[in-house]
C-alpha cells in the first residue's frame, strides 16, 4: 500500500514542479528590463521600440501645449532608469496633434493686464492690438478672431489669435460735436465712430422695439448751444440719444447757423 502512497506523492511533486515551471514561463520569473526614458521623443517611434524589447505601451493622457510638437512624450510611468518585468505596462502622456477647442471668454471690460492673462490661463493667443478713443482707458472694447468680433461662448480652438481694441481714453482735442437729427441709428453710430465717440444711453420711444429702425431726435450733447455756438466734445467721449420710430423733420425756419466751434 506504502507503494501506491509513495507513487502519489511523485505524481503530486510532478504536478507541481509543471505548474511553477509554467508559471515562470508565463510571467518571465526572474526576466527585467530598465526602462528608458523616452520623454521628448516622438510617440510613434517610442511605441515602436519599447514594445519590440518586452514592453507593453498605453496612453494615459493627452494634453494640449502649443510651443511642442504634435505627438510628443510630455510625461511617463514607470520613469526612466526604474527596473520592472518583461511585459511591464509604460503609461505614457502625449501632445496633442490637434488643439481642443475652448468657449471663447468674455473679455470686453477687462483691464488689459487682466485680459492677457485671461487668454493665458485658457491657452489662448494676445494677436494684434488696436486702440480706440475712449474714457474707459486700457479697458478691452472689442475682442477679434480674423478681423471680425467673436462673440463670448463660441467655440474656438486653443493656441487662437485673438485681437483686442483697447481704450485710450480721451483725446485732447476738441472737436464739435456733430448733429444727429434725423440720422437713423446706423447713421449716427457711423458718424459717432468716424469721429472717435461712443453711444451713451439709448433711450427707445414706447412704439419702437428695434434699436436700428429708429431715427434720432434729440442728442446729449447738443451740437449748438443758447448762443446757437458749436459745442465741442472730445474723442472718447459719450453721447445720449432718443430715438423715434418716425423720421424727424427739422423745420427750415429753426435751423441754427454754422458757426466756428468754441475757443
Not at 509543471?18 to 517611434?45: C, R, W
Not at 480674423?146 to 493656441?159: C, L, N, Q, T, V
Not at 482735442?173 to 451713451?200: C, H, R, T, W
Not at 412704439?207 to 434729440?218: E, I, K, Q, R
Request: with cysteine.
Amino acid at each position: 500500500m506504502w507503494q501506491n502512497i509513495l507513487a502519489g506523492f511523485i505524481f503530486s511533486l510532478g504536478l507541481v514542479a509543471m505548474f511553477l515551471f509554467a508559471l515562470n514561463l508565463i510571467t518571465n520569473h526572474g526576466e527585467y528590463l530598465t526602462v528608458p526614458d523616452v520623454k521628448g521623443s516622438d510617440y510613434q517611434k517610442v511605441k515602436a521600440d519599447l514594445e519590440k524589447n518586452g514592453f507593453e505601451v498605453y496612453i494615459q493622457d493627452s494634453i494640449y501645449v502649443d510651443s511642442i510638437a504634435p505627438n510628443i512624450i510630455l510625461k511617463q510611468f514607470p520613469e526612466p532608469e526604474a527596473t520592472v518585468k518583461v511585459n511591464r505596462v509604460v503609461y505614457l502622456t502625449i501632445n496633442c496633434s490637434v488643439p481642443p477647442t475652448i468657449n471663447m471668454p468674455n473679455l470686453i471690460g477687462m483691464s488689459f493686464r487682466n485680459a492677457l492673462l485671461e487668454l493665458k490661463s485658457l491657452g489662448l493667443k494676445l494677436g494684434d492690438t488696436s486702440f480706440v478713443p475712449d474714457i474707459a482707458k486700457n479697458a478691452v472694447k472689442d475682442q477679434l478672431n480674423a478681423g471680425a468680433s467673436i462673440k463670448p461662448g463660441s467655440p474656438i480652438r486653443m493656441g487662437t489669435l485673438i485681437d483686442l481694441v483697447i481704450g485710450a481714453g480721451l483725446g485732447g482735442d476738441q472737436i464739435p460735436v456733430p448733429d444727429l437729427f434725423g440720422l437713423s441709428y446706423i447713421e449716427a453710430k457711423m458718424v459717432l465712430e468716424v469721429n472717435g465717440l461712443n453711444a451713451g444711453v439709448i433711450l427707445l420711444d414706447e412704439n419702437l422695439v428695434d434699436t436700428s429702425a429708429g431715427f434720432v431726435y434729440w442728442q446729449n450733447p447738443m451740437p449748438y448751444d443758447e448762443q446757437q455756438m458749436n459745442n465741442s466734445i472730445r474723442s472718447g467721449q459719450l453721447m445720449d440719444i432718443r430715438l423715434s420710430l418716425e423720421k424727424p423733420e427739422r423745420k427750415t425756419d429753426s435751423l441754427p447757423p454754422i458757426l466756428p466751434s468754441k475757443n
